[in-house]
């Protein structure tokens, strides 16, 4: 071959690679655009009753206007599917552990822990006995986002690069989404029990009892009940050190919602304020929509791609908004073996066989699981002392999800009718706070609670001889309830509400230390008139009061050395203004050394997390242990592998010291809680993929607030909306939502509103005017 032939041929190869990424390019740029949800024109849809609208605003939120509620659910499985198919889909998978199928075997882990749930065949037994109205919206739901799927021009950009296809949705998909709300929200272990058997185990029950404490100094329930600080025991097994690693920044708790009752309002009507905390992503969990059947309903708010009710809003009638309440749920369960009989455990009614069921577990390759059941549920794993624990959840019953209530409840036209509907939901357990425009408030548990006899659900126990266990659920009278309190105000912020014979009735979740709670208290106390701009400002209110007591404990450890790298932090610690401002040394200085603090004593006392996955202590157990210990400073309690606590907290001043070192490069001044706490919103697949990001992420901004204050953010984890909203004056309404409506990121709108949630900036919640409209014909032709 001649030089100049092999010139030509390097150029043309040359010409080759350069085309090739430019060409895949285009494609996938096209791919983008032929996924962009459909704005305009008529599409014949059938089986509707009439015509249904679907007027779209700037911000892409649709007002969606049908003749029945069955025509609504199917515009709303239209838009969902159109918009939001790709975060549904994940949704349904990580609630049937089937996520390997779509993202490959990188995601068998979280789905061997979840199929054990068999989410899937419970979601298929709950469709076969649904109720023929509930089945008939629900069928409607479903057709119109197979409707909705098939007719984008290309699927979500997702499966090109996952080199998946997607699959049609079912009516148990639906329910599949509920069942992942329960995983989010009550996670899928007894972790509070486990981990109390666990430190009785190593440490004693006296030593269980502080370290996972029922309440303490931070509450504010309803009620005015105090819980009882939790004793210091006498002393503690010997034990060694367990071993610590890096401080243990967990997503804080964080939903809030609250209530005034009209005669603290202009219009004397009730006013509702609600933000929920999730786990944050592009797009954001919830969707937008206001829903109008003409004469029957008219209500704004959010819905859950997957499923069609409204979830939170208002109706014109009443404003409702929820949180997680965290009761007692779940419990673990002994499972007493048969001696000499493998395979054969007690129970009540005699010895009983564990079911072990194949589970098939797909990714690039098929794997069996062996899942096996027990009467109560499935076994989840061992005690340290080798006895297996089964896991006895509301998810698991038969009744776990009722869709039709909801229903209902978009219609409901006062706070009794809506605390009526609230006892007959069934879903993961919520704070339920609802105000009318009559100007009554309300708040009750939303959901199934347990009926236990034998034992309060706070311990690990067996059932195996009929003395402890469910005797059904609570009755509606039985659960508690507040309506139109005195003050004329009701505030929930995952924290204890009530306490004595009620607290016993619904048990102990896990709930938070109560410090948010009492911020929005004292907040609502402290006025006498409100608008909804005052509801906003405590919703952004970065105050935290709780730091105030580590700060005590870092400025008394600080104060017993001279050296010049421990003096420097006490300048910014004086002049801490008492927030959880981005720009603040201070309190990152606080809260870095809380971290360090509670991580250390909980892997000295309890040791690292357990090989299950669960966590050995949540910050709001280890806020009133920790509190109470470092009052005291008990010489039989020093965590192990500590000499005393002067040298236990020196060993955290010397991990601050080195934090400061590590992530701001010595320099103080750049050691702000602003470069620490970020928004951290990102598509699922964006960190994975390199340069996804800038096509689906926003601008990764700081964010102010923290756990503790009403404003609750993490990184990744915060208020997925906030809303305000007089019932029947939603024209002044505000609202916020991060990520915006849209998954597809050449879609108009796409992040249209996050620049608002992200600097607090009112924004209304009716839609504006009309920008798009889209009509469904009933018809037979596609």
Same mark, same amino acid.
């Given at each position: 071959m001649t030089r100049r032939a092999i010139l030509r041929w390097g150029?043309?190869?040359? #010409?080759?690679?350069?085309?090739?990424?430019?060409?895949?390019?285009?494609?996938?740029?096209?791919?983008?655009?032929?996924?962009?949800?459909?704005?305009?024109?008529?599409?014949?849809?059938?089986?509707?009753?009439?015509?249904?609208?679907?007027?779209?605003?700037?911000?892409?939120?649709?007002?969606?206007?049908?003749?029945?509620?069955?025509?609504?659910?199917?515009?709303? +499985?239209?838009?969902?599917?159109?918009?939001r198919f790709f975060q549904m889909d994940q949704l349904r998978r990580a609630a049937a552990g089937e996520l390997g199928e779509l993202f490959g075997s990188a995601a068998l882990?979280?789905?061997?822990?979840?199929?054990?749930?068999?989410?899937?065949?419970?979601?298929?037994?709950?469709?076969?006995?649904?109720?023929?109205?509930?089945?008939? !919206?629900? &069928?409607?739901?479903?057709?119109?986002?197979?409707?909705?799927?098939?007719?984008?021009?290309?699927?979500?950009?997702?499966?090109?690069?996952?080199?998946?296809?997607?699959?049609?949705?079912?009516?148990?998909?639906?329910?599949?989404?509920?069942?992942?709300?329960?995983?989010?929200?009550?996670?899928?272990?007894?972790?509070?029990?486990?981990?109390?058997?666990?430190?009785?185990?190593?440490?004693?029950?006296? $030593?269980?009892?502080?370290?996972?404490?029922?309440?303490?100094?931070?509450?504010? /329930?309803?009620?005015?009940?105090?819980?009882?600080?939790?004793?210091?025991?006498?002393? $503690?097994?010997?034990?060694?050190?367990? &071993?610590?690693?890096?401080?243990?920044?967990?997503?804080?708790?964080?939903?809030?919602?609250?209530?005034?009752?009209?005669?603290?309002?202009?219009?004397?009507? /009730?006013? !509702?304020?609600?933000? $929920?905390?999730?786990?944050?992503?592009?797009?954001?969990?919830?969707?937008?929509?206001?829903?109008?059947?003409?004469?029957?309903?008219?209500?704004?708010?959010?819905?859950?791609?997957?499923?069609?009710?409204?979830?939170?809003?208002?109706?014109?009638?009443?404003?409702?908004?929820?949180?997680d309440a965290y009761v007692d749920a779940h419990d673990a369960v002994i499972v007493e073996p048969i001696e000499g009989e493998p395979g054969w455990y007690r129970t009540p009614g005699g010895p009983r066989r564990i079911v072990v069921r194949p589970e098939r577990l797909c990714a690039d390759i098929c794997r069996d699981l062996l899942v096996r059941q027990t009467i109560w549920g499935p076994i989840i794993g061992r005690l340290p002392d080798g006895r297996q624990v089964a896991d006895r959840w509301i998810a698991h019953d038969s009744n776990a999800i009722r869709l039709a209530p909801m229903l209902e409840l978009e219609k409901a036209q006062t706070v009794a009718e809506a605390i009526d509907v609230a006892h007959r939901l069934a879903l993961p357990n919520e704070n339920f706070i609802v105000g009318d425009a009559q100007g009554h408030i309300g708040w009750t548990i939303a959901g199934q609670v347990p009926r236990r006899f034998g034992w309060d659900g706070r311990d690990v126990a067996s059932w195996a001889d009929g003395r402890n266990g469910w005797a059904g659920y609570l009755r509606p009278d039985e659960i508690p309830t507040i309506i139109d309190p005195p003050s004329g105000r009701l505030w929930t912020a995952n924290a204890r509400v009530v306490g004595g014979a009620a607290l016993r009735r619904i048990g102990d979740g896990g709930y938070d230390d109560g410090s948010r709670a009492r911020e929005i208290g004292l907040r609502l106390q402290a006025r006498d008139r409100f608008a909804e701009r005052d509801m906003l400002f405590i919703q952004l209110d970065t105050a935290s009061p709780r730091a105030r007591f580590w700060r005590g404990v870092l400025l008394k450890t600080l104060s017993r050395h001279r050296e010049p790298r421990f003096r420097a932090m006490i300048a910014p610690l004086m002049r801490w203004n008492g927030r959880a401002d981005p720009d603040s040394v201070g309190y990152r200085l606080i809260r870095t050394f809380r971290a360090m603090v509670v991580?250390?004593?909980?892997?000295?006392?309890?040791?690292?997390?357990?090989?299950?996955?669960?966590?050995?202590?949540? $910050?709001?157990?280890?806020?009133?242990?920790?509190?109470?210990?470092?009052?005291?400073?008990?010489?039989?309690?020093?965590?192990?592998?500590?000499?005393?606590?002067?040298?236990?907290?020196?060993?955290?001043?010397?991990?601050?010291?080195?934090?400061?070192?590590?992530?701001? /490069? +010595?320099?103080?001044?750049?050691?702000?809680?602003?470069?620490?706490?970020?928004?951290?919103?990102?598509?699922?697949?964006?960190?994975?993929?390199?340069?996804?990001?800038?096509?689906?992420?926003?601008?990764?901004?700081?964010?102010?607030?923290? #756990?503790?204050?009403?404003?609750?953010?993490?990184?990744?984890?915060?208020?997925?909306?906030?809303?305000?909203?007089?019932?029947?004056?939603?024209?002044?309404?505000?609202?916020?939502?991060?990520?915006?409506?849209?998954?597809?990121?050449?879609?108009?709108?796409?992040?249209?509103?996050?620049?608002?949630?992200?600097e607090g900036r009112p924004t209304a919640l009716l839609p504006g005017p009309t920008r798009w409209t889209f009509r469904l014909q009933p018809g037979s032709k596609h």
């Open positions: 150029a043309s190869l040359l #010409g080759v690679l350069i085309a090739l990424p430019l060409i895949a390019l285009a494609l996938f740029w096209l791919r983008l655009e032929r996924s962009v949800p459909r704005l305009e024109g008529d599409v014949s849809a059938p089986g509707l009753s009439a015509t249904v609208t679907i007027n779209r605003d700037a911000n892409g939120v649709p007002t969606i206007s049908g003749r029945t509620r069955a025509d609504v659910a199917y515009a709303t +499985g239209y838009v969902h599917a159109q918009e882990p979280i789905d061997r822990q979840t199929r054990s749930h068999l989410f899937r065949a419970r979601a298929r037994f709950l469709i076969g006995h649904m109720a023929p109205a509930e089945r008939a !919206v629900l &069928k409607a739901y479903v057709e119109g986002v197979n409707r909705g799927l098939s007719d984008l021009r290309a699927a979500p950009f997702e499966y090109a690069l996952l080199r998946r296809t997607p699959q049609a949705w079912r009516a148990e998909d639906s329910l599949l989404v509920v069942y992942a709300m329960y995983l989010d929200l009550q996670h899928g272990t007894p972790e509070l029990e486990l981990n109390r058997a666990r430190a009785a185990a190593r440490l004693g029950p006296a $030593m269980a009892e502080l370290l996972y404490p029922l309440g303490g100094e931070l509450d504010a /329930a309803l009620d005015g009940s105090i819980a009882p600080v939790p004793l210091l025991p006498a002393g $503690m097994k010997p034990v060694p050190a367990g &071993k610590s690693g890096p401080p243990i920044e967990r997503p804080v708790k964080g939903s809030n919602n609250w209530a005034v009752g009209g005669r603290l309002t202009a219009t004397g009507a /009730a006013m !509702v304020a609600n933000d $929920m905390h999730l786990r944050l992503s592009v797009p954001n969990i919830w969707y937008r929509a206001r829903l109008v059947v003409p004469g029957q309903l008219d209500a704004i708010g959010v819905t859950l791609p997957g499923v069609f009710p409204l979830v939170v809003g208002s109706n014109r009638h009443i404003a409702w908004g929820f949180t991580t250390k004593a909980y892997d000295a006392y309890v040791g690292k997390p357990a090989a299950d996955g669960t966590a050995t202590f949540s $910050m709001s157990s280890a806020e009133q242990a920790l509190r109470v210990l470092l009052r005291a400073q008990p010489v039989k309690l020093v965590p192990p592998g500590y000499r005393s606590w002067d040298s236990f907290l020196d060993a955290n001043l010397e991990d601050l010291v080195r934090a400061v070192e590590t992530e701001a /490069a +010595g320099e103080l001044s750049r050691f702000t809680w602003g470069r620490w706490l970020h928004a951290d919103v990102h598509h699922p697949l964006s960190r994975a993929i390199p340069l996804l990001s800038r096509l689906t992420d926003p601008e990764d901004q700081t964010v102010p607030g923290d #756990g503790g204050t009403p404003r609750a953010q993490h990184r990744g984890v915060g208020p997925s909306e906030r809303i305000v909203v007089s019932p029947g004056h939603e024209a002044r309404g505000i609202f916020h939502m991060p990520g915006g409506q849209s998954g597809a990121p050449l879609a108009p709108y796409y992040l249209a509103g996050h620049r608002d949630w992200i």
